[in-house]
């Protein structure tokens, strides 16, 4: 018999597997179907403490190599969060290759119900960017393994108020760790992305005192929020870094916290609803430090997502989800205690959380 020799072997030089080895990946399904035109990349990180649980993305991505690795570093975030946050639920992340305006149809949503189907469960899907409750009853026709379900089908519908609800029980909790005190009233806040998690947000900051400014790409929403709320529109997102301002919340896609925007935020505090706010880790994580500004890791603080979803899945009950969503505030003092005690960045005490919780339940059982 002929023995391979892995060090000439394609195997040796794959990407894909080279990747999914970096964070320790379970498995990584691709998705093709050329009738309805779908292709998809669906990442399981780990199931440790129960079934992998996360949104499907659909978004037009340059190439397939960017989908992947959007997929692998949300659903590796999605392990953490729900770790974190006490679920029993792995992480799992689910990217759709398109235009979700042009492309996206029921035909389409349901041939990917089918590929979630033949995970028998390993998997199950919710709505993120692009994909929406009504995607989420397309996929339905096809699996049992989704969640996000509008309430008239048994779901707990948009979960959208109950992240905001964590976003402001963190920053909250990131006011009493800076400041002594958890009122944000008099606080100068700036919330970038005004979708459903940030209009909510921002309702939740002015009914508690705060000065809050607002930014989006869509003005026609953004206009219609201050109107709404009374809060400060800004016109010129170039200048949003350089304001005068006590928090920032990120709440529209990831990576805003980098270089540029460190070097010129004037902020004490950093806590938003968007993912990957860090563009790197190890470089950002530490500069925050660096500038004496406390950033409260994305993936706690946007877990009333997650959160909302879970109890959906035992039977909903929003006063339930709410008051799980609550732990939030404990969880992120603890979180900045041990970055103090130990000297490391906070998104890196939150991971070791995670990991720890992890690594004792796999002691005591296998993968999902």
Known sequence: MEVLDIKKSPLAENPVIAQMALNNHEQVVFCNDNE????AIIAIHNTVLGPSLGGTRMWAYNNEMEALTDALRLSRGMSYKSAVAGLN????KAVIIGDSKTQKNEALMRRFGKFINSLSGKYITAEDVGVGTKDMEYIKMETDFVAGLPESMGGSGDPSPVTAYGVYISMKASAKEKWGS????????????????????VKHLVKDGAKVSIFDINTERVNSVAKETGATVITDGNTLYDMDMDIYAPCALGATVNTDSLNRLKCSIICGAAN???ADENV???MVIEKG????????????GIINVYYELEGYNRERALSHAEKIYDTTLNI????????IP??????RIAEKRIADIGKIKVSF
């Open 293 to 304: 500004i406390i950033y409260a890791p994305d993936f706690v603080v946007n877990a009333g």
């Open 36 to 39: 309805t035109g779908l292709k």
């Open 276 to 278: 990957n706010q860090l």
């Open 336 to 343: 900045f205690k041990i970055s103090k005690e130990q000297n």
């Open 89 to 92: 639920l792995g992480g799992g």
């Open 182 to 201: 958890d009122s944000l009233a008099g606080k100068k806040v700036v919330v970038q992305g005004i979708g459903h998690v940030g209009e909510s947000l």
């Open 284 to 286: 950002h994580g530490k």
């Open 346 to 351: 906070t998104y890196m005490a939150a991971n």
